[in-house]
């Protein structure tokens, strides 16, 4: 049983639009705080967005408007609506459980100019 999987990511045109998915087994998200981080080629992973257990989010400033860091708990599933992408928005995008430091195998973003 793999705890995190994300699904979602591919190509679009600057200006577009995405989605991803991260399901989560063996424990449920809203317990947790989650994370997505994204690493673009040749560069460090950095962190995106982040939602608490009670439902807080909090953004980097250079996502801010456009992606939104949702939750289902219903299907144990954390989400990243990504408007309004960027070139430099290309990235391999990853969920992480934070509090136990369990990452996803992440998931390929790339927006064309």
């Known amino acids: 049983q793999v705890p995190l999987v994300e699904s979602g990511g591919g190509l679009v045109q600057s200006g577009g639009s995405l989605s991803l998915t991260c399901a989560g087994s063996?424990?449920?998200?809203?317990?947790?705080?989650m994370t997505w981080h994204r690493q673009a080629p040749g560069k460090a992973r950095e962190w995106v967005a982040t939602?608490?257990?009670?439902?807080?989010?909090f953004y980097t400033d250079s996502v801010k408007g456009r992606f939104t860091i949702s939750r289902d708990d219903a299907a144990n599933t954390l989400y990243l609506q990504m408007n309004r992408l960027k070139p430099e928005d290309t990235a391999v995008y990853y969920c992480?459980?934070?509090?136990?430091?369990?990452w996803g195998q992440g998931t390929q973003v790339t927006v064309s100019s």
């Open positions: 063996g424990f449920l998200l809203s317990d947790a705080i």
């Open positions: 939602m608490a257990p009670g439902g807080a989010t």
């Open positions: 992480q459980n934070f509090d136990t430091a369990t």
